[in-house]
């Protein structure tokens, strides 16, 4: 029984085989001429800027998750009409059971869920582009106070103030802690 | 009186309940109550010992009887013997005791006397079990109270003796636990099948017919005709190349070694003593240590005599190095209760001993040194914590010549050890002589040899006893103590009665043998391998 | 039409979760974030609903005996235990959660939503011999669960045990549905029953008839859907997300993943085992090979127990502490899966009654000592048993049973399975599991000793606490000692499950 996967493997093999055989090819025959344009990512003619390793904005993880559940949510509709289909048409296995007020009534239902989904997600707001918290008890957990970066004449000013107090006050504190 | 081993188990059950009703602050109500109910079972008990037992029969007597638990075929079967109820009523003495000796406890009370009260119920049931499950229900039930009264109200080093207490008794009755479950399997297999053999071993028990797969006479009978072996279980019952009589032996006998304690088992007993509480200590000394013993003769070697008759070479020697270990690492203690705590290992080897024996002699002797020894160590307990309650220190060598000032005490004291080194007269020479003497009887080989060697045991015995009393209360007087006040009334009257009754079972012993003799003879009979 | 209805009745108890978890959804959505007790007390309200109709399930199961819905929900004794002791525990968890004193009390609805979700998953991944279905319930369980475990989003904790637990159980998840997908390649069916005897003309192959042929790729699919459930118990060496997860999430959830979750793991792995090598129908030449996976599952169980009782001994927190000893007690419930005997599977399924009881009433005391001191190491436990005795006994009794000693129903539950085990011939493994039992201890009652030997800390600050959650305990409480004592309807109702899979095993194999 291991035989019938043969040919599985050889698909497998021939595919390896033509995409390096193919790009081994490619490297031995085409003229290697080194330039600094020659060796920039094409991108569509423009000049590349900055660096792919960029963060995204959180807010399209959240977009692109509502929608990918919608999508394959959606897709549960196809197999659904299919069978409505033939129970309407009589034809099939499900022919003869009569539950075609049934399946009807399960297609709305699956669609009404599908909604409340929807509303869920627009009533916590993950529809927003422009975030805001609304929820009036909210409290984040802890508060950042804002820190304001002192001016370069402040710091040097701080210095100084230190220069002072060490000059002063540091051998009489050795002298106490002796 | 219909069901009075159950009312006597029961009763202190009934005071714990009603002593957590009452506000924690009223004492004095709760300590009533708590004498009522230990003074209840002392009295239901003393008359069941008079007045109910029919001291001529080896039966069981006084049997309660119902099925409990249908799907694991285990009942509520309680009943007594001669083996247990001179311990059933020591138990309600100890504990009546133990009661007024801890008037001097001023921590939580409301919670000590509950848990005491818990203490003497499972105690109780250990001894009228007849229902293994049963037995073992009640054996655990004692742990937790314990480990509490060790933990909450003793000494200094308290949380550890008390989980020290407790690991090593719940390591011993695992292994009891897996040998039950054997025993229960194979049960099961043979009352079920039904076979002629099996019909006439149990015939003339009350278990013919009746599918008690848990119950300890019927586990005696099919055990003693030779019938509980394993065969119905997988791989015939064998288990790490050993016998099926072979290991649940040993795993019952290790759990119950564990309480007595045998050596080398022995090493929780001194740390238990001496952090516990004095009270503690004597009922731990006075009764717990007995369910060990009491636990063997019931539901160990009778079940499996086969393992008995092989090991019981084996049991002797354990039993001699305890008297003569116990006896020796005493000689070498610098604290006095730590003293008393060993000399108990030494006193139950004697026990021991006398039933590895296997004549009437050393099992009647074995018999009668555990109750002596309820009787004489708690007295022992009790002088210690006298002095304690005083001095609140045990160092044997910081006293010196209290007799002149504590004249009463030293008397009552002198009383005790003499009663512990056995002197003639008193009642440890009644049951440590008895034992010797059946053991030099037993007709097994080298068994005189072990008699020879654990009399090196007594001699040690007499020297540590009577050095300690030298110390503590001849010589001049230690002048730290000379306005430490006499023992006073309640301790008086918490020790007459256990030294009344070392004189008393020394003179008169066969208040104690007529009523084991049939059931030790059945013992024997039963526990003689063809 | 008559016929889609009455089966529509059979999985009624799933129909009205499904509304209740839409109805808390939407009530939530309404109440646009205040006061979410009153979705709690209707959580309440439609738990008890469903426990009802579970329970006029299980007497209908009596008369007629095992039912099918849609070909894919198997309606059997076996589940419907399982789902009582859900419907049960989750309604404990929900009021947990209402009791919480370092949980919001707004704003919370989806928590309940969560919960409900959770169970639904459970209610179908226990009750279906389809390994689709199966799958589709165990995620999702699990996909609540992360969530779940995640529900506390400010914190770092919460969102690093959902982080482990999601990255774990996808993991887990396509170890188990590799393993499905190769025994569907095999044997050409998803249902277990026909996996496990295929009559003439049902177009499948026995799984046996494949073992015959070549054994190596029925113990690799075996093997891997193990590990899928092996995940789901925390049985090692599947366990490392367990203390992680446990100690992060909120505690009601840790209470939900240690009970309710596990529970139902459980019992898909019995189903699966037991439908694969146990029933009546299954072909002969498997069964050796059944008592060869029950040999793996018995050294699996011992170096769970062992694993989880030692890692436990050295935990400062109580919560972490709880998590190991969940772990080894999942080793000891597979003591009952290794037996592979049909007393087994009733030890096993009794066993883990008992554990909804003690283990509720643990992590209900960690609740209350959490909403007390806002700690959860042990240590801050002390002088607790004489400030709060009635909690603080009650956790001694919880305690004691978690030991397995008597007079408890853990005691009980350790009893049945030493028996079953020592029946099937593991009398190696029952000593393993006894000298675990005394490991345990040590580390149980290092609670005890903190509670009541040690004299207590001033500076730890004490607050009053609802008498709400006092009851609550001791409603459980209760329970655990009633059941210690009258045991006998519980052994009645575990024996009952494996008798039903039987049962099941002869309708697959006339069908």
């Known amino acids: ?178 | 009186m219909d069901h009075i081993l159950s009312w006597i188990t029961f009763l202190p059950l009934i005071g714990m309940i009603a002593i957590l009703f009452v506000p924690k602050a009223n004492t004095s109500l709760i300590k009533t109550i708590a004498l009522a109910a230990t003074g209840l079972p002392l009295v239901l008990a003393t008359w069941l010992y008079f007045g109910l037992f029919d001291k001529m029969s080896a039966d069981l007597q006084m049997v309660d009887r119902f099925t409990w638990i249908a799907g694991l075929n285990a009942e509520y079967y309680v009943g007594i013997d001669g083996l247990s109820i001179a311990l059933v009523w020591l138990t309600a003495l100890l504990l009546f005791i133990g009661v007024p000796a801890s008037f001097g406890i001023n921590k939580a009370q409301k919670s000590y006397y509950a848990l005491l009260l818990l203490l003497e119920v499972g105690i109780f049931g250990v001894f009228v079990a007849q229902d293994y499950f049963l037995f073992y229900v009640f054996w655990e039930v004692m742990l937790l109270p314990m480990y509490f009264l060790i933990g909450i109200w003793g000494g200094p080093r308290r949380e550890y003796a008390a989980i020290k207490f407790f690991l090593y008794t719940l390591a011993g009755s695992v292994l009891m636990l897996v040998a039950l479950v054997a025993l229960r399997l194979d049960m099961g297999a043979l009352i079920d099948s039904g076979t002629a053999e099996v019909v006439s071993a149990l015939s003339g028990t009350e278990d013919l017919g009746r599918n008690a797969y848990f119950s300890i006479p019927a586990m005696t009978a099919l055990g003693g005709a030779g019938l509980l072996t394993g065969s119905t279980l997988p791989f015939g019952g064998d288990f790490l190349g050993m016998q099926f009589t072979t290991w649940v032996f040993w795993f019952l006998f290790i759990g119950f070694a564990i309480k007595v304690p045998v050596f080398p088992f022995h090493t929780w007993l001194p740390d238990a003593h001496v952090q516990a509480p004095t009270p503690i200590s004597v009922i731990l000394a006075g009764i717990l240590l007995k369910l060990g013993g009491y636990g063997m003769i019931r539901a160990c070697f009778p079940i499996v005599p086969q393992g008995f008759d092989d090991y019981s070479y084996a049991l002797g020697v354990l039993g001699v190095i305890s008297i003569v270990y116990g006896a020796y690492v005493a000689l070498g203690q610098t604290d006095f209760k730590r003293m008393v705590a060993y000399s108990s290992v030494s006193h139950m080897g004697y026990v021991l001993l006398g039933m590895a024996a296997l004549t009437e002699w050393g099992m009647s002797g074995a018999a009668l040194q555990m109750f002596n020894h309820g009787t004489s160590a708690a007295v022992l307990f009790l002088v210690v914590g006298v002095i304690y309650d005083r001095a609140h220190h045990r160092d044997l060598n910081g006293f010196g010549g209290l007799a002149q000032v504590m004249p009463r005490y030293w008397a009552l004291t002198t009383l005790g050890f003499f009663a512990a080194l056995g002197l003639p007269g008193l009642a440890g020479f009644v049951s440590e002589a008895m034992t010797l003497v059946g053991a030099y009887q037993s007709p097994r080989p080298g068994f005189k040899l072990l008699v020879i060697i654990s009399v090196l045991g007594i001699v040690i015995t007499a020297a540590f006893l009577l050095w300690a009393m030298q110390r503590v209360f001849l010589g001049n007087l230690n002048p730290k103590y000379k306005d430490i006040k006499d023992i006073n009334a309640r301790e008086v009257l918490c020790q007459a009665p256990l030294l009344f009754l070392c004189i008393f079972l020394g003179i008169l012993p066969h208040y104690l043998l007529d009523w084991m003799r049939p059931s030790v003879a059945l013992l024997i009979q039963n526990l003689t391998v063809n | 039409m008559n016929a889609y209805i009455e089966q529509m009745g059979l999985i009624a108890p799933e129909l009205v979760l499904t509304a209740l978890s839409l109805f808390v959804l939407t009530w939530d959505l309404l109440k646009k974030g205040r006061n979410s007790d009153h979705i709690g007390y209707a959580t309440l309200v439609g738990l008890a609903v469903t426990g009802w109709l579970l329970l006029q399930q299980w007497g209908m199961l009596g008369d007629k005996g095992t039912q099918t819905a849609f070909g894919m929900v198997t309606i059997d004794r076996f589940g419907t235990f399982f789902k009582l002791f859900t419907v049960g525990s989750m309604a404990v968890v929900t009021l947990f959660v209402m009791l919480d004193k370092n949980e919001r009390k707004h704003g919370i609805g989806e928590y309940y939503f969560l919960l409900i979700g959770a169970s639904i998953g459970a209610f179908f991944m226990v009750s279906t011999n389809n390994l689709l279905l199966l799958m589709l319930g165990l995620e999702l369980l699990s996909l609540a669960s992360y969530s779940l475990a995640g529900f506390h989003k400010g914190s770092k904790r919460s969102a690093e045990a959902a982080l482990k637990y999601i990255v774990f159980g996808g993991l887990s998840a396509g170890v188990m549905l590799y393993g499905i997908s190769l025994l569907y390649g095999l044997t050409g069916t998803l249902d277990l029953g026909l996996m496990g005897h295929a009559p003439e003309g049902s177009g499948a192959v026995s799984l046996a008839t494949q073992f015959d042929a070549s054994p190596i790729p029925v113990a690799i699919a075996v093997v891997l859907v193990l590990a899928g459930f092996a995940y789901k118990v925390s049985v090692v060496p599947f366990h490392f997300w367990t203390p992680d997860v446990y100690e992060g999430a909120p505690t009601p959830v840790t209470t939900f993943l240690a009970v309710g979750s596990k529970a139902a793991g459980f019992a898909a792995l019995l189903r699966f085992v037991g439908a694969l090598f146990l029933t009546d129908g299954v072909d002969a030449s498997i069964v050796a090979y059944g008592d060869r996976i029950g040999f793996l599952l018995a050294i699996l169980a011992a170096i769970t127990m062992t694993l989880g009782n030692l890692s436990a001994l050295r935990q400062g927190s109580l919560k972490r502490m709880l998590a190991y000893s969940s772990i080894a007690h999942a080793g000891y419930v597979l003591m009952g899966a290794a037996s592979m005997t049909s007393e087994g599977f009733a030890a096993a399924m009794f066993y883990l009654a008992a554990y909804y009881c003690m283990n509720l009433g643990a992590f209900g005391f960690l609740i209350y000592f959490e909403g007390v001191t806002g700690k959860d190491d042990i240590d801050s436990l002390k002088g607790m048993g004489w400030r709060h005795p009635v909690v603080a006994w009650s956790m001694v009794v919880f305690l004691v049973a978690l030991t397995g000693l008597p007079p408890t129903v853990g005691f009980y539950g350790k009893l049945i399975l030493f028996y079953a085990a020592i029946d099937a011939g593991l009398a190696w493994l029952v000593i393993i599991a006894a000298i675990n039992s005394v490991i345990s201890l040590f580390y149980y009652f290092r609670v005890a000793k903190s509670m009541f030997l040690t004299e207590p800390v001033p500076q730890v600050p004490m607050r009053q606490h609802g008498l709400a959650g006092i009851l609550c305990v001791l409603a459980v409480v209760t329970v655990l000692a009633g059941l210690g004592a009258f045991k006998d309807p519980l052994r009645g109702w575990a024996d009952e499950g494996p008798a039903s899979l039987e049962i099941y095993a002869t309708d697959a194999g006339s069908r």
Not at chain 1, 6 to 11: C, R, S
Not at chain 1, 16 to 22: E, G
Not at chain 1, 46 to 57: H, N, V
Not at chain 1, 85 to 107: L, N, Y
């Open chain 1, 1 to 178: 029984m291991y035989f019938d996967y043969l040919n599985v493997l050889v698909f497998a093999g021939v595919g390896l085989v033509f995409t390096f055989a193919n790009l081994i090819l490619a490297s031995i025959i085409r003229p290697k001429r080194k330039s600094d344009v020659g060796l920039e990512t094409y991108e569509c003619g423009e000049e590349t800027i900055g660096d792919a390793w960029i963060k995204f904005d959180i807010r399209y993880y959240t977009v692109a998750l509502v929608y990918v559940i919608f999508a394959v949510e959606i897709a549960f509709l196809f197999p659904w009409a299919l069978v409505l289909k033939e129970v309407i048409a009589g034809t099939g296995a499900a022919a003869g059971s009569g539950i075609g007020a049934f399946i009807i009534v399960e297609g709305f239902l699956f669609i009404a869920i599908l909604l409340l989904g929807l509303a869920y997600v627009w009533a916590k707001g993950d529809l927003d582009w422009v975030l805001h918290w609304d929820a009036p008890e909210y409290q984040p957990p802890t508060k950042h106070p804002r820190v304001t970066l002192p001016s370069i004449a402040e710091l040097e000013a701080e210095d100084e103030a230190d220069a002072e107090a060490d000059g002063e006050d540091g051998p009489d504190g050795d002298e106490e802690a002796a």
